[in-house]
Antibody
Framework: EVVLVQSGAEVKKPGESLKISCKGS????????IGWVRQMPGKGLEWMGM????????IYSPSFEGQVTISADKSINTAYLQTSSLKASDTAMYYC??????????????WGQGTAVSVSS | QSALTQPPSASGSPGQSVTVSCTGT?????????VSWYQQHPGKAPKLILY???KRPSGVPDRFSGSKSGNTASLTVSGLQAEDEADYYC??????????FGTGTKVTVL
């Protein structure tokens, strides 16, 4: 079964850093792009960026470039989303998702279960 | 890059059809046939239901269909069922390796 499993919920204070993970299994992890999507409480989906694990080629949404770092360790089939100096406005659910091989650059066919991040003093 | 525009809500009775629009620009929906749609139930991860404007992944009922005209894509759910009540999001490739989601539409089955 093709699965993406994300790390557990995080509770952080403003100014702290965060690194969440997304581990793939059941498919060739290195040859599919992995994207990250933010969903703030009660709000819509926002595409943050994506990484190609085989060579760590990374693309960022202009809205998130410089604010987050996406990385991957292909030896353990895991992608990461990292941010430093958290703010309360970073409180959100973060999803990782596999870009499909359907030939549609916008489609993500496998999603992780989400990682809830809460930032509060 | 601004979010694609969707109506906040749409509704229909069981068995009826509901159509959700997704309006972008000539730089995203209008330029590329890379439009996908996602269904999200409360507390759950999104699920891909359409890609390439109108194609369905394996396992998605043919009650879900998609189309595009100009800068607007549309999702139609025919024969509404209770389990179709969810939030729906469109997504488009926007060039320069960028993607943009829609604002989301809550579909209610009356």
């Amino acid at each position: 079964e093709v699965v993406l499993v994300q790390s557990g919920a995080e509770v952080k204070k403003p100014g702290e850093s965060l690194k969440i993970s997304c581990k793939g299994s059941g498919y060739s992890f290195t040859t599919y792009w992995i994207g990250w999507v933010r969903q703030m409480p009660g709000k819509g989906l926002e595409w943050m960026g994506m990484i190609y694990p085989d060579d760590s080629d990374t693309i960022y949404s202009p809205s998130f470039e410089g604010q987050v770092t996406i990385s991957a360790d292909k030896s353990i089939n895991t992608a990461y989303l990292q941010t430093s100096s958290l703010k309360a406005s970073d409180t959100a659910m973060y999803y990782c998702a596999r870009r499909s091989d359907y030939g549609d650059y916008s489609s993500f066919d496998i999603w992780g279960q989400g990682t809830a991040v809460s930032v509060s003093s | 890059q601004s979010a694609l525009t969707q109506p906040p809500s749409a509704s229909g009775s069981p068995g009826q059809s509901v159509t959700v629009s997704c309006t972008g620009t000539s730089s995203d929906i209008g330029r590329y046939n890379y439009v996908s749609w996602y269904q999200q139930h409360p507390g759950k991860a999104p699920k891909l239901i359409l890609y390439g404007v109108s194609k369905r992944p394996s396992g998605v009922p043919d009650r879900f269909s998609g189309s595009k005209s100009g800068n607007t894509a549309s999702l139609t759910v025919s024969g509404l069922q209770a389990e179709d009540e969810a939030d729906y999001y469109c997504c488009s490739y926007a060039g320069s390796n960028n993607r943009v989601f829609g604002t989301g539409t809550k579909v209610t089955v009356l």
